[in-house]
């Protein structure tokens, strides 16, 4: 892959529809209806989500985009009405892929030799092999994307090797192929990281929400990949109702994209999920695109904060710029006979960063950061913060 700081968007699950479900003008379009503009230049096509359903045969899943019967003695939709739609992006520039997986999906290997005949079955019905049963008709996808979160490891490797060498055969122009992953940020991935390490990827959108990590804890892959050119996405959701943490506003986020990109060799861009939740919360897409083109600088301010300037350009083609402040608390707690003063320390905010060591007070407790977070409620479920004492 010779790209980079390119934005990945997730299209297929309608994520806003289904968080939103009586908000129906937002719900997720038709993928040609994204591919209109130059924003976002790769869209994984979401999801193959059974490996192995009816006949043997895998399942796709595209939420409201496609409800049409399964093929005679399948499990998979006869959406090829989508096949124009497909090529018509893929016309316009846009790199289209297929992405395996999801977070309930059923997917996985008995053993390699079933892996490697996956291999086969997923080149017939989405690359250039050939099925009566190719879900969009004549559409060639330009790759393959796993978004694998269960199951063993067992065959993953033997899958990616399998469908790299029939690629290697293919008729087709594989220049811009993007054999993706999609993994949690917390490493090694229990569920592809093994994977990761054996094998080469072009690039691995990782998935920085839903988990403890942070939009920030980015960090070069060059040398871990058996491919030394691997680019890695900061991987994000679109909207606050896109995933149950994790997200950041457009400028908050502008500021670690171009930090990110001015500090790691390995940094490709930017992953979105999804299409549908980035165009309901004000094109969140094109203020990442702009972040990922305009450039900006991270510059020191007083002591005990740090501020994060980045420059953005509209569609009227005006210059903004977004400021994102972690404000570090100066003031420690001092114990005494009567217990911990607390005066001095701000009150925990959602819409403030903190990083390591930052103490803020809430519930009437003092608590210590313990590592970059945001929007994560002390004492929640996602263990951003020590509890020191009362106050």
């Not at 033997?158 to 055969?169: D, G, K, N, Q, Y």
């Not at 510059?299 to 404000?327: D, F, I, L, P, R």
């Not at 103490?359 to 409620?377: E, I, P």
């Amino acid at each position: 892959m010779s790209q980079c700081n390119i934005p990945f968007q997730y299209w297929g699950q309608d994520s806003y529809g289904a968080n939103n479900p009586s908000d129906t003008a937002k719900w997720q379009q038709p993928i040609s209806y994204y591919c209109n503009d130059n924003t976002i230049d790769t869209f994984p096509i979401a999801f193959l989500d059974q490996f192995f359903a009816t006949g043997g045969l895998p399942s796709i899943n595209l939420a409201n985009s496609c409800t049409n019967p399964p093929f005679p003695g399948t499990s998979i939709p006869n959406c090829t009405f989508l096949g124009p739609d497909i090529e018509a992006c893929q016309a316009a520039g846009k790199v289209l892929t297929i992405s395996l997986g999801g977070a309930s999906g059923s997917a996985g290997f008995s053993n390699d030799s079933q892996a490697q005949a996956f291999a086969q079955t997923v080149w017939d019905l989405f690359l250039e092999g050939s099925s009566p049963d190719r879900p969009f008709g004549s559409a060639v996808l330009d790759g393959v994307d796993l978004d694998i979160e269960g199951g063993s490891q067992t065959g993953y490797a033997a899958f990616v090797t399998a469908l790299r060498t029939l690629m290697a055969s293919g008729r087709k122009q594989w220049v811009l192929v993007l054999f993706g992953a999609s993994p949690q940020c917390p490493y090694p991935d229990a569920y592809i990281g093994t994977t990761l390490n054996a094998v080469g990827f072009d690039a691995v959108y990782v998935q920085f929400y839903n988990n403890w990590c942070g939009l920030t804890n980015f960090n070069n892959t060059n040398t871990v990949s058996p491919n030394p050119n691997v680019k890695v996405y900061i991987g994000a959701p679109a909207s606050q109702s896109a995933a149950g943490s994790g997200y950041v506003d457009a400028s908050t986020f502008a500021a670690i994209i171009q930090q990110t990109q001015s500090q790691y060799s390995s940094f490709g861009g930017v992953m979105l999920w999804d299409a549908s939740q980035a165009y309901a919360n004000s094109r969140y897409d094109k203020a990442v695109k702009n972040a990922l083109t305009a450039g900006g600088s991270v510059v020191a301010t007083s002591a005990g904060t740090s501020t994060a300037a980045a420059t953005t350009t509209s569609t009227s083609g005006s210059v903004t710029t977004a400021t994102v402040t972690s404000t570090t608390a100066t003031t420690s707690a001092t114990a005494s006979a009567t217990g911990t003063s607390c005066s001095g320390v701000p009150a925990w905010s959602s819409t403030i960063a903190y990083v390591s060591g930052d103490q803020v007070t809430y519930s009437g407790q003092l608590w210590t950061a313990k590592w970059w977070t945001y929007d994560d409620v002390p004492g929640g479920q996602f263990i951003g913060y020590n509890s020191q004492t009362r106050c």
